[in-house]
């Protein structure tokens, strides 16, 4: 009897392991303790790479060290960012303007960093909008925003924003076909009739301030992913479309019937010489473009009113369609320029396109039909091959510099590596769950730096401590060093992460240590010492030109404040030490606060509504007497 009992509570051991195994997922993926020192980033010292990665639904950018995946910053881009007073501020309220008004909320998808003969030259990182089409510039010396375009005749911003390999332009297209220009028609008359526009946003190579060169006009087929030709495929653009069928609602058509759909390949060059001799015409559209000025410390929104269209049918050789099964998401194209791979949602299997084969089937006019009048390249004489079955729901794919590709699949949730020239899986790794994008550091230029992988995941369900009904989003990381591929960190992550761009950390670290010299501080209401600080009334308005420097205001006593009165908090920041920002908040104002950096003047509106005497604090920890830097406002009866 004694030793049945045992045997049953052995076996009922047994299964409880088993059913703690089958449960415990989050060991799914675990290493051998050896892989934790790859993400081991001692004390002091710093990571390898930056990482830029995408907050989606958030509309801000997160700034990650790579390979410890630990959180350094999150840069304000498309939505208010209380913590730093951004889109809150006078000075950067501008930012966020558009034709539609003030929208203090964005959609982020794609980040690319800027390029100089197809590398990375650490200049500039973009970012698009996909809601209220825009695309902004962020400087990667002062990790701010510095300028926001917003795309005319476009509805979801998605194709966007990638870089040529000068940086020439950022390029942006249309996700959803609309009607263009924007009027009141049937929706079910979508075919034929709604438009996905292609912009490409010329960027100046000394200031970086972009504009739109160019709209291509394009049937409406959802244009989802571009990428640039490199190399010697530099001056072509290709762009993944989905829904070639012009379904307009899911309900009736769906955008999956045809077997293939396109990809767009656009001769850009082509198209900017005919612009040159005078190709395209004006159209009226309203747009907003909001520029940061650095010695003035503000930004200005200008409302541009029309913008260059040209139709591809007036220019021979500006467009061709590569039929691509099934409703190719990412488009990527290889380091050497030679290989487009479509990523076809829908299909078990990735198509790869030649370059050569392209330009020879041009030439040769192996056509297969036309849509719109745009000549459709026969499958065959562009394709190089299929790799058959890699896995299920492939969505993008990055190079290394050995000839391999990296492929995500959304529905096996996992990233595939295979080798272009031979079509050959060599590696397959499970993560956690349902990847849609992935990053190589410069994965997207002709310089890869192939030593870690960034997956980013959709799905976390398990992997963290549960927080409620929502779970953060996460991103996994991998080192594609050797042959195999070998995931070694999970991290979390800001919002959505879609896109992420890397680059080497000493591309940045100099120059990014940068401090806002005072002498050149050109803000209409800076004062550059403490004895310029005062208090100025014009009418019902306030004017307090106010100074901090560790650790008092100046002015810190004001009174002759009225309920009723705007005053207007000018504050600049004195110090000139490298990382020692002030704050400063009002009681019951209607913004955040301010954090000013060394040498930056910022200013918020505060309108007291009851008398009293009320007191400011800075909100930053700056010295062993932050609690001290206070003052008080007096504010009278009306
Ligand atoms: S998208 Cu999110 S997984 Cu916006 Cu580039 Cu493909
Ligand atoms: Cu200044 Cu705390």
Redesign the pocket.
């Known amino acids: 009897m004694k030793i049945f009992h045992k045997l049953l509570a052995l076996i009922s051991c047994l299964f409880l392991v088993i059913g703690c195994g089958n449960q415990g997922q989050n060991n799914k993926g675990a290493l051998d303790q050896s892989m934790a020192e790859k993400a081991y980033v001692p004390p002091g010292q710093h990571d390898e790479f930056y990482g830029f990665i995408s907050g989606g639904f958030s509309g801000q950018l997160s700034v990650y060290g790579i390979p410890s995946g630990r959180l350094f910053r999150v840069i304000p881009v498309f939505s208010q960012d209380p913590e730093k007073g951004y889109g809150y501020n006078e000075e950067t309220k501008p930012m966020l303007n558009t034709s539609h008004g003030f929208v203090p909320w964005g959609d982020a998808h794609h980040p690319d960093i800027s390029q100089t003969n197809g590398e990375l030259d650490g200049r500039w990182v973009f970012i698009n909008e996909n809601n209220t089409p825009r695309v902004a510039r962020i400087s990667l010396e002062t990790f701010e925003t510095e300028e926001i375009l917003e795309i005319p005749n476009s509805a979801g911003n998605h194709s966007s924003a990638f870089v040529t390999e000068n940086t020439e332009y950022v390029v942006c297209g249309t996700r959803f076909g609309v009607p263009v220009p924007q009027r009141d028609m049937p929706i079910k008359e979508y075919k034929g009739n709604f438009k996905g526009y292609v912009s490409f946003v010329k960027v100046d190579q000394k200031t970086g301030e972009m504009n739109i060169a160019f709209q291509i006009s394009m049937p409406g087929f959802n244009w989802d992913l571009p990428h640039p030709g490199r190399g010697k495929s530099h001056g072509w653009m290709f762009v993944s479309s989905y829904n070639t069928e012009e379904a307009h609602s899911l309900l009736e058509v769906n955008a999956s019937q045809n077997d293939k759909d396109f990809i767009a390949a656009i001769n850009w060059k082509k198209i900017e010489e005919y612009v040159a001799k005078g190709a395209g015409k004006m159209q009226k559209a309203k747009y907003a473009h909001n520029v940061w000025n650095d010695k003035k410390h503000l930004a200005t929104s200008e409302i541009k009113d029309e913008v260059l269209v040209v139709d591809p049918r007036d220019i021979p050789g500006a467009l061709y369609f590569l039929p691509t099964p099934k409703s190719p998401h990412g488009c990527d194209v290889d380091p050497t320029g030679e290989y487009i791979v479509g990523n076809g949602k829908l299909s078990a299997s990735l198509t790869v396109h030649s370059y050569t084969k392209m330009l020879d089937a041009i030439e040769n006019e192996k056509f297969d039909g036309e849509a719109y009048d745009i000549p459709i390249l026969n499958f065959e004489a562009v394709n190089y091959g299929v790799l058959e079955k890699p896995g299920l729901g492939p969505l993008h794919t990055e190079f290394d510099t050995r000839g391999n590709a990296y492929t995500t699949f959304f529905i096996s949730s996992e990233v595939v590596k295979w080798n272009i020239k031979n079509l050959q899986v060599i590696d397959r790794k499970s993560v956690y769950y349902s990847v849609g994008h992935l990053m190589i550091p410069g994965g997207n230029s002709r310089k890869p730096f192939d030593k870690y992988l960034v997956a980013m995941n959709k799905i976390t369900k398990d992997r963290y401590l549960p927080t409620g009904p929502e779970v953060c989003q996460s991103a996994q990381l991998f080192d594609i060093s050797g042959d195999k591929m070998e995931m070694f960190l999970d991290f979390p992550t800001i919002g959505e992460p879609h896109y992420a761009a890397g680059c080497p950390a000493d591309l940045l670290t100099k120059k990014s240590q940068k401090i806002f010299q005072l002498e050149e501080n050109e803000h209409p209401y800076v004062v550059k010492s403490q004895a310029e600080s005062k208090v100025i009334r014009e009418g019902k308005e306030v004017h307090i030109y106010m100074s901090?420097i560790?650790?008092h205001f100046s002015p810190d006593n004001i009174e002759g404040v009225k309920v009723g009165d705007k005053v207007f908090f000018h504050v600049t920041n004195l110090e000139q030490d490298y990382d020692v920002p002030?704050?400063i908040a009002m009681i019951g104002a209607n913004t955040s606060e301010l954090l000013i950096m060394p040498g930056r003047t910022e200013t918020f509106i505060w309108e007291p509504k009851q008398v009293g005497v009320w007191p400011f604090y800075?909100?930053?920890?700056?010295?062993a007497l932050?609690q001290e830097?206070q003052g008080y406002i007096r504010v009278s009866p009306e």
């Open positions: 901090m560790r650790s002030h704050g800075c909100t930053d920890f700056c010295s932050h830097m």
